[in-house]
């Protein structure tokens, strides 16, 4: 669906009021990147920020003018668990990463919960037909070079990135880093959801640019962000300070 559907959707399914309240969506508040503008081409690096002015609208709509997500301001306000709203069934939908599948399906063998859930791709820019979804680099592995074995660390490098090892890995419900039928097979036997499939099928684009700088940047626009989040300023001025702060870092 277009992330105009999407919006449609939650709003279509917010209803309650109080603790008896059920959110159409759930988008989290450590969200930082502005999806929509990634999967469109744009990243806050640009010349041209109107995709990523029009995400931030966009958050508006979902948080305050449709109100169809629980707003920025209480999430910030009540560090609300995230996992704990979807799992309860106060949230339709969240829009979250691969390692919500392992929580869930952890917490559903813990007894936790019995919450019933599917998975579909991302919603998309109007007028996008390939799946995209927005990929960060968060797991990593690698060799101490101080280390006594190298050449052993580097074989085991070589097979948990592989793969045999990405097999294994899928197997724990964990999104390998090596894709193939293999891998992808084993993964979906793992969760038993369908729907989990897709992240094998989509494009990914990269949340963050290989800058040096890239970490600062990140900081100025989620300073901005937050700014306009918290309804003290407009997205125009939003980008306007976040591209003359951006500015600044980059010449540093």
Partial sequence: MTWEQYAELAKSLTKGEGTEKQWGGYYADWLTAPLGALQEGTTILDDNLDPV???LDYLDRLYYKDGSHMSYKQMKAESIDWIKQFESGNVAMLINGEWTLNMLKADIEAGKTDIDFDMAPLPLPEGTKDPITVGGVSTFIGINPKSEHTDAAFKFVQF???EQGGALIAESSVLPAYSSDKTKE???NATGIQGSGYFF?????VENQPVPQIDEVNRVYS?????FLFQEQDSAAAIQNFMKNRQSVLNR
């Fill in 53 to 55: 002015g029009n995400w």
């Fill in 160 to 162: 948990v990135t592989g």
């Fill in 186 to 188: 084993a993964f979906l």
């Fill in 201 to 205: 099928e989509t494009n990914t684009v």
């Fill in 223 to 227: 300073e901005q962000r937050d700014l």
